[in-house]
């Protein structure tokens, strides 16, 4: 079983959730929000729009789009793999969003897992990762992929395919706050 960003996510958010979605396949219906489906709908625009376009203020010498990429920990599709003139790949990824002058752990997490997976499959370094925020101008804000997060990284995975493997009930997350967004909320003992 390989573990995708969604999921790590998912367990950073609550590590009930990996439990609830992935043990006991109770769905949690992402399809009916609002910005699960215009985040969707804007990966497919910007996906047409200049497929050849290369930033070369970033020093991008080639561009892949919409790489679905796979270990035998992770997999997930990347929207650009960016090749750079020094000999570095970087992932890029869309986000529907607005910056708000801080990167998210979320995102934070997503670009690491890709940063991961573009190093095994094409057998270079990957030293950054790139945000587009695409509500608020398309923004682009650079990210250091740092070993210190890919290896946190590597210790959720095994906690994930513990709780998954083991049939494991975790802990609920301390942010109480979350819980009252949560899907999981009416089934949930927190």
Known sequence: ???TPSHI???LYCPRYIFYEYV?????HEEKYYKV?????MHDVKQEVNPDYLRKNLGVVNRLNAQYLTNELLRGEVDEVLELNDGTMAPLDYKFAK???KIYDGYRTQLHCYAMLIEENFGMPVKRGF????RSKN???EVPIEAKYTEQLKRHIDEIL??????????GTTNRGACRSCTFRSICPQ
Do not use: C, D
Not at 162 to 171: D, S, Y
């Open 1 to 3: 079983m390989s573990i």
């Open 9 to 11: 996510i998912q367990y």
């Open 24 to 28: 006991q396949r109770l769905s949690e």
């Open 37 to 41: 489906l215009k985040g969707r709908e």
């Open 99 to 101: 910056w708000e002058e």
């Open 131 to 134: 945000l587009v925020y695409t």
């Open 139 to 141: 923004k682009l804000v």
């Open 162 to 171: 513990g709780i998954i493997k083991h049939n494991r009930f975790p802990a």
